[in-house]
């Protein structure tokens, strides 16, 4: 049930994985010297099924904690 892509995404297709992590290297050292929150969102993106579902829940999960951050 795997779909065949790095990450299932239009930044993750096999032939762009070199240019993701040279990107994401960046962007999560500067965020971890500027002392950022940095989390994960489960999409489960790559499992059949989970293509629109997952998306949505890890949406609804990441609105949930900023609400509560804000509270």
């Not at 994960?40 to 790559?46: A, D, W």
């Amino acid at each position: 049930g795997l779909i065949g892509t790095y990450f299932a995404n239009i930044f993750g297709a096999p032939q762009y994985k070199n240019l993701h992590e040279e990107i994401a290297k960046h962007y999560f050292e500067s965020f971890f010297e500027q002392g950022l929150f940095v989390g994960e969102l489960r999409t489960r993106l790559g499992l059949e099924g989970w293509q629109r579902k997952g998306p949505a829940a890890a949406a609804e999960c990441l609105l949930d904690l900023m609400d509560r951050l804000q509270s």
